[in-house]
């Protein structure tokens, strides 16, 4: 009779080990999952942010190159001052409209530049807690495996 309950006893533990470990690997399993998903859009929100730094390089391109040639235009006009004062001042406008637009784009390059620094930030978030969250199960695992060990040890 106590050879059947020590059977049984021992059955169970079996059970008990056999359904900590279809949890851990169960775990394991979402956690290579959720791993996966964040290296992905980890991956993704580099390439958003290297697809930002191009479009705010080729727009502070346009913008020298806008204001090169408003530079040039200046000088023209300086040359030829004595010119009818209202060509003088068609003139003027035209550049200030120019200028102005090339002000609204260097702005919205700056707002660019403020989103990329904003998914920077996220993405660093992202990965410190991923990081815990990976420490946490990891920590958790080697627990469980440290209760399995000495459930073993104790049905030797």
């Known amino acids: 009779d106590e050879k059947s309950r020590l059977l049984n006893s021992s059955e169970d533990t079996v059970k008990i080990k056999d359904s900590n470990i279809d949890s851990l690997l169960t775990d394991n399993v979402a956690q290579s999952s959720e791993v996966h998903k964040l290296k992905s859009s980890e991956a993704n929100q580099k390439e958003a ?4 730094e191009e479009k705010i390089e ?3 391109r346009c913008h020298e190159e806008a204001l090169s040639k408003m530079q040039e235009e200046v000088e023209r006009m300086k040359s030829h001052q004595d010119k ?8 003027r406008e035209k550049l200030r409209a120019a200028l102005d637009e090339k ?3 260097l702005n919205s ?4 530049v403020k989103i990329k620094d904003s998914n920077i930030d996220s993405l660093l978030t ?7 969250e990976v420490h946490k199960l990891k920590s958790s695992e ?15």
């Open 103 to 105: 002000s609204r784009l």
């Open 58 to 60: 080729k727009n502070s």
């Open 142 to 156: 080697a627990n469980q495996k440290e209760a399995i060990q000495s459930l073993e040890e104790k049905i030797e």
């Open 84 to 91: 009818n004062e209202v060509d003088f001042a068609a003139e």
């Open 126 to 132: 992202d990965n410190v807690a991923q990081s815990s």
């Open 109 to 112: 390059s700056e707002d660019t």
């Open 49 to 52: 942010i290297q697809s930002l």
